[in-house]
């Protein structure tokens, strides 16, 4: 009677947590889409509004990396699925270097913005909204490689196999919807420069 009890106090748990991530994916979404209405609507506020720029190069080496981080999260969730926590590790580890690619690349299409006088702080607030949306997507990249390299080093430490196929569920979800929100931010970008 108590193992029962225990085991749904743990499968109640489980489910808080995949909502509350859910939660945080829409509020995150939301975010996102208020951010792209405000865009318009500068944008649409007369002819010295816009971007006024071509993005940089470096954002699709950047887009290219994290569809493939995803392809690799998403064969070490399918290793997690079958018990194979060697393969779930080495396709964990490709998916945080991918990762950090995608970020360095993101930084280094900073810099291109900036030395082609694309700042932040400047006269056409459309142009800062780059920034605004490379920035707050690059948190929450950090944030899903801090979530990934978690799953990584708990992979393999004698927990259940309830607990990493969990964890790496949640993780699998976030990074894809890093992966699909970066994509919806380079596009919305592409399609307004």
């Known amino acids: 009677m108590v193992q029962q009890t ?3 106090n743990y499968l109640t748990s489980l489910k808080a947590k995949k909502f509350s991530l859910y939660v945080f994916l829409v509020v995150s979404f939301m975010l996102f889409a208020a951010w792209s209405s405000g865009f318009i609507v500068y944008s649409a506020g007369g002819e010295d509004k816009g971007l006024k720029t071509l993005l940089p190069n470096t954002f699709i080496y950047s ?3 994290i569809v493939l981080s995803s392809f690799c999260m998403h064969l070490a969730y399918g290793s997690t699925k079958i018990g194979n926590v060697v ?36 006269n056409n607030a459309s142009q800062s909204f780059i920034y605004v ?43 894809h919807f890093l992966d699909i929100l970066w994509i919806y931010i380079y596009v919305f970008l592409l399609l307004n420069q």
């Open 6 to 8: 225990d085991n749904n």
């Open 63 to 65: 887009t290219i990396s």
């Open 87 to 122: 393969k779930q590790r080495l396709w964990l580890g490709l998916t945080i270097l991918l990762g950090c690619l995608f970020f360095f690349l993101q930084y280094s299409a900073w810099m291109e913005l900036a030395r082609n006088g694309v700042m932040f702080i400047n």
């Open 133 to 175: 949306f490379v920035w707050a997507h690059q948190a929450h990249i950090l944030a899903g490689i801090i979530v990934l390299l978690n799953a990584f080093f708990k992979a393999n430490n004698g927990n259940p196999l309830i607990k990493n196929r969990f964890r790496m569920e949640l993780a699998t979800i976030f990074w």
